[in-house]
């Protein structure tokens, strides 16, 4: 072997150990960061009240450190007051827990037919313009999740039934609650109180909104997800 080869042998090797320390140094971005995480404990104990949106919201209340008495006469005051008929009865409320300020709301608008109920969400809660988010484009929505996930705030969505899958938990369209990802798959509550998982592209694929379905204040768009801040 001839002393240039050799030389350029060990300056190769010598490059490679020095990008190799480099790299270690080298801070991992957000999205590596949130790669995997799940949120553990997440009392979920609400889905026999038959109201998905409402058993999403209490966990999330006593997630938060709200206690169970408390999240009970929410209940309470939801079936008093027909939550049915009146849907801004579940941001009213909220004041009365004190939590009107931390509850956040994200969505992509819905199309031709966009509601954006601006003026139930502005009469109830502490400050539209920073508690509702209007999402730019549709691929913000992953992203913005698995934020929320990794920074331990369970985000709740609305989901559509997928006809041609019947041996999964959700059967009907519904809202889960979300609670951990890694870079396959998305793991979700749900009515009556049963943990699963899909897919990331087939979560994506039913966290939507069709053009004339459920045009109410709790789903007001495309990729909806709600959460409570600490």
């Known amino acids: 072997m001839n002393k240039k080869l050799l030389l350029v042998i ?3 090797l010598i490059l490679g150990a020095v990008l190799t320390f480099f790299a270690s ?6 999205l590596e960061k ?18 998905c949106y409402c058993a999403a919201i209490m966990a999330m209340m006593e997630h938060k450190g709200i206690t169970k008495n ?8 939801l079936k008093d007051k027909n939550y049915y008929q ?8 909220l004041k009365k827990y004190s939590i ?7 969505y992509f608008p819905h199309g031709t037919k966009d509601i954006t109920f601006k003026d139930i969400y502005s009469a109830n809660l502490t400050d539209y313009s920073k508690q509702i988010q209007l999402l730019k484009s549709q691929e913000e929505a992953l992203p913005l999740l698995k934020k929320l996930i990794s920074n331990n705030f369970p985000v709740g969505v609305w989901v559509e039934d997928n006809p041609q899958i019947t ?20 793991y979700f509550w749900t009515l009556p109180g ?24 709790v789903i007001p768009g495309r990729y909806t997800m709600v959460w409570l801040e600490k």
């Open 10 to 12: 060990v300056l190769v």
């Open 25 to 30: 140094l080298r801070k991992p971005t957000s």
């Open 34 to 51: 949130t790669a995997t995480y799940k949120i553990e404990n997440i009392p979920y104990n609400y889905g026999s009240t038959g109201c």
């Open 70 to 77: 408390k999240i009970q006469d929410y209940w309470l005051n």
């Open 86 to 93: 009146d849907n801004a009865i579940f941001y009213r409320l």
């Open 100 to 106: 009107e300020d931390k509850f956040k709301m994200a």
């Open 167 to 186: 041996s999964d938990e959700v059967q009907d369209d519904t809202f889960i609650l979300v609670y951990g990802h890694d870079e396959a798959n998305v």
């Open 194 to 217: 049963v943990k699963s998982s899909w897919s990331t592209s087939e979560f994506v694929s039913r966290w939507r909104l069709q053009e004339n379905n459920f045009p109410f204040p």
